[in-house]
Each structure stands twice: as C-alpha cells, then as structure tokens.
C-alpha cells in the first residue's frame, strides 16, 4: 500500500504590496540578466524557513503541534528587504534573491525552532546555515549575472504576524503553493491572556 505523502515547507508570505514591490523588482532586472531565467510568479514569491520535502500525510497534524509548541511564544517582527545577490555565486548563479536586511536573526531565531519540529517526524536536520533570501528567479544552466550593474530595490518593509505551512504542488506549469495551517507569532502577554482566558 502506497502512503500519501506531501511536498511541504514553512515560509513566510509577503503583503501584496510588498509583493507587487518585489515583482516590480525583479521585473527591473529581466534587462540586465541572461535569458532563460525561470521568474518566480509574483503569487509564489515567500520568504521560506524551512524546506522539508515530501512527507507522511498523516504526520502533517503531528508537525503543525511541533511547530506551534516550538514557536511559542515568538513575537511578531519587521522584515525589510533590501539588496540583491545569487547563489551560489555571481559567476555562476542558479538562484537570484532580494535580501533581508532586517530580521534576519528572527527568521534564523524561526528557521531553527521548526528545523527541530521537522526533525521531530523524522526530516533530516539542516547542514547548511540559514540564509534568509527571497528567491526572484532561477537560472539553468547556471550562469554569471552582473549585479553590479543592476540597481538594488530598497525598504520593502512589512510586518510578520505568522508562519505559513505550505504544500507545494508541482506540474508541468510550475508549482503551486496551498496554505496548510497559519501558525500565528505572538507576544507573551497575548499568548499567556490566550493561555488563561477562561472558556466561554
Ligand atoms: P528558495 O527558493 O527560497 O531557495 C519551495 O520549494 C521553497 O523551498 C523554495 O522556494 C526553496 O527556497 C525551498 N527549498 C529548499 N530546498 C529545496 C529543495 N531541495 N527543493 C525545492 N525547494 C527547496
């Protein structure tokens, strides 16, 4: 008997305006780049945290308490985005992203809270450090793009209130990515009002 199992990942959703503002970005760039760059469709663009890959559907539920146990009690936070680089090299980039110039050590604070909630169904921990980064577009093959002559959007700022499980889908058309669950950040008052707020 097949088991079902589901692509997933936690991420980060951009505002729309701060994702029409990262579109917008990226559609300044198309001159500057290579042809062939596969551009991630304004409605993809996310901040992710942490990839998993395909997983157990049936560990889904257990993954969502995990992650909400480990998340509590992370207070909401500010992003900005700010500055454009690519991995992993300029000289021979496969992915274009818009940094993060504030919140970096929330979103690495986040990052490692739900790498020990996926390593807790059994998802391998992650080697490689975390680097926040918004992925724009991808290059295959890989190629040198000259950043340097590009220029670099500024202050796309927006608040964080939650994290997103997402399925990601894949077809021939690309990928499509579903909200699972919405884990809300909250600050300790609220979490512990919420906590003793007594049942009506
Ligand atoms: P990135 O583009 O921000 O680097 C959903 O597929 C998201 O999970 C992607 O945006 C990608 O992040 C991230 N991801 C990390 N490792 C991945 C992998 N091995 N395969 C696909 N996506 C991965």
Do not use: C
């Not at 986040?110 to 909630?117: E, G, H, P, T």
């Not at 796309?156 to 669950?181: C, K, M, N, T």
């Amino acid at each position: 008997m097949s088991r079902e199992t589901l692509r997933v990942f936690f991420a980060l959703e951009l505002p729309s305006e701060a994702r029409e503002r990262a579109a917008k970005a990226a559609q300044a760039l198309r001159a500057g780049v290579p042809r062939g760059v596969r551009w991630v469709p304004p409605e993809n663009l996310h901040l992710t945290l942490k990839f998993l890959g395909d997983v157990d559907a049936a560990q889904v539920p257990r993954l969502i308490g995990r992650a909400e146990a480990k998340l509590w009690p992370v207070p909401p936070f500010e992003v900005e985005l700010a500055g454009l680089g690519a991995l992993p090299s300029v000289r021979s980039a496969r992915v274009l992203w818009l940094g993060v110039r504030k919140g970096n050590r929330e979103m690495a604070r986040i990052a490692r809270k739900l790498d020990a909630a996926a390593a807790s169904i059994g998802v391998e921990r992650e080697r490689r450090p975390f680097q926040a980064h918004l992925t724009l577009g991808r290059l295959r093959p890989p190629a040198r793009v000259a950043l340097e002559r590009l220029e670099a959007p500024r202050g796309i700022a927006f608040g964080v209130e939650e994290v997103i499980l997402y399925e990601s889908r894949l077809s021939p058309d690309g990928a499509r990515y579903i909200p699972l669950a919405r884990l809300p950040l909250m600050q300790v008052e609220d979490a512990e009002a919420r906590e003793f707020a007594p049942e009506i």
